[in-house]
């Protein structure tokens, strides 16, 4: 399966901005002519290089056009954060291939890799593309974006002072505030230190502000929240939401809490 087909044919925002100037570069003619009925229907001039949020261009996106978008957003970023380090880890491209695989089907695979593969050789401005994110996505979504990427960071075991700082700039970038940022890092680390982190308050607070910052957590990081990305990513939203019911069963633990 091309990349029209599973990319090009039901795109939404990311045809427009840096992200589309991105995918025009790499994908070839077939995603280029794809990208050009995308700003014909949102009313964005070609090569313009503007973006607008959706009440902007006066346009909806439909479910499979935030889930394509969300897609693409993931594989530029990542290509930011595999070369983050200076090297290539086979876990990394792996857990992107796998998400690839779940979402689209194997026959997709090979295709995202070939797009994967020369955006690693492009220089990704993280800024530019990120604030086309924050334009476009919702707050819960753009979590879920930064939980996929650290989770990406640290697939061979662990991630170093370059990769945090590529994450500390997206999470800038992309306008998570640095408190949910180091929250969604936090899930990575299993101690008690981390686990208030994750409920982004201090070992200082209260038995009443533990249970309250957990039920903002809570909410703030639900599952539903991300429905319209599709099965697989909801699924891996429940993955986020287990770790903050985990950070708060440590803590209740060490307090005695009932």
Known sequence: MGAGKWIGGILGWVTLGP????????????????MEAGRMISGEASGSGRTFSSGGTGRSYSAAEQRNSFLVSL???ASAVIKADGLTHPKEIELVKDFIRRSFGEASVAEAMRILDRLNTQQVNIYEVGEQIASYMNYSQRLQLFHFLVQ????????????????EAIARAIHLSPSDAASVIAMFYKDTESAYAVLEISPSATDDEVKTAYRRMAMKNHP?????????????????????QEAYETIKKERGIN
């Open 19 to 34: 992200i589309g100037a991105l995918l025009g570069i790499l994908a070839g003619s077939v995603i280029e002519g794809a």
């Open 75 to 77: 594989l530029v970023l």
């Open 152 to 167: 990406i960071a640290t697939a061979d075991g662990s991630f170093d002072k370059n990769e945090k700082s590529v994450l």
């Open 224 to 244: 539903d929240k991300v429905a319209t990305l599709g099965p697989d990513v909801q699924k891996a939203a429940e993955e986020k939401f287990r770790k903050i």
